[in-house]
Structures are given as C-alpha cells and as structure tokens.
C-alpha cells in the first residue's frame, strides 16, 4: 500500500511539474507569508487579506515568482519559434537522393558458406589413459 501512495505522489509531482503548478504553490507560499505578515501588521485578519490580495504592494518573493514566470514564457516562446523553424521543409535543390547501384555487387571468394572440409584423417586413435578414472 505504502508504494502505490509513493507511486501517486510521484505521479502528481509529475503533473504539477509539467503544468507550471510549482509557480502555483510558490505563489501560494507568498500569499501565506503575506497573509501572516500583512495581518500582523495591521492587527486584524480582514486588513491582512485585502492588502495581501490587493495588489499594490507584493513581496519580494511574488516579484521573484512574477519574473521567474515571464522568464519561462519567453522560453517557451523562443523554443516555439526555433522548432518552427527547425521542421520547415528543405528546398528542392538541397534535397539529396541515395539510389540502390544499378549493378549487382560481385563479391570475390565462394559463395559456399559451409564450413571447410578436412583434409586429412585425425591423427591415431583418442588416448584413454587419461580419461579413465584410476
């Protein structure tokens, strides 16, 4: 039971990864960090939830998130545009084409692939002394 848990989690980290759920869970993390702090300072929860949901003055970590994002974006952007590029088809005289040779290929030697034949008989008899046990 304990490996299908582990198997699900991994499975999610996976999901959440390819998504861009992990900018989901920082941003979440400095909505927390911001919830405490802005509620703190202001000393009620109501305040500390509109000013960390107000928009005009984020933290140090929401612009780190907010610039990491974009970051991604572009690349993305400029992968996109670098496959695109990449696949365009080839121009007709740039295009090489390899043919089979019009002649078959004539190897020298035979083409009788079994093993050689002895030429001469094997030399006397097996000597048994050494293979009977004494």
Same mark, same amino acid.
């Given at each position: 039971?304990?490996?299908?848990?582990?198997?699900?989690?991994?499975?999610?980290?996976?999901?959440?990864?390819?998504?861009?759920?992990?900018?989901?869970?920082?941003?979440?993390?400095?909505?927390?960090?911001?919830?405490?702090?802005?509620?703190?300072?202001?000393?009620?929860?109501?305040?500390?939830?509109?000013?960390?949901?107000?928009?005009?003055?984020?933290?140090?970590?929401?612009?780190?998130?907010?610039?990491?994002?974009?970051?991604?974006?572009?690349?993305?952007?400029?992968?996109?545009?670098?496959?695109?590029?990449?696949? !365009? %088809?080839?121009?007709?005289?740039? +295009?090489?084409? @390899? =043919? *089979? /040779?019009? !002649? %078959?290929?004539?190897?020298?030697? +035979?083409?009788? @692939? =079994? *093993? /050689?034949?002895?030429?001469?008989?094997?030399?006397?008899?097996?000597?048994?002394?050494?293979?009977?046990?004494?």
């Amino acid at each position: 039971m304990n490996f299908r848990i582990a198997i699900y989690t991994l499975l999610l980290a996976v999901a959440l990864h390819l998504s861009g759920g992990y900018w989901a869970a920082l941003q979440g993390v400095a909505w927390m960090k911001m919830i405490v702090d802005y509620s703190a300072a202001e000393g009620s929860l109501g305040r500390g939830l509109s000013a960390t949901f107000g928009g005009e003055n984020p933290c140090d970590l929401c612009r780190a998130i907010q610039e990491g994002r974009e970051q991604e974006r572009q690349r993305e952007a400029d992968t996109a545009l670098e496959t695109h590029f990449r696949h !365009l %088809p080839m121009p007709a005289a740039a +295009t090489l084409w @390899l =043919r *089979p /040779p019009t !002649l %078959p290929v004539i190897y020298p030697g +035979t083409t009788d @692939l =079994r *093993p /050689p034949q002895r030429l001469h008989a094997p030399p006397g008899p097996v000597p048994r002394a050494g293979l009977l046990p004494a």
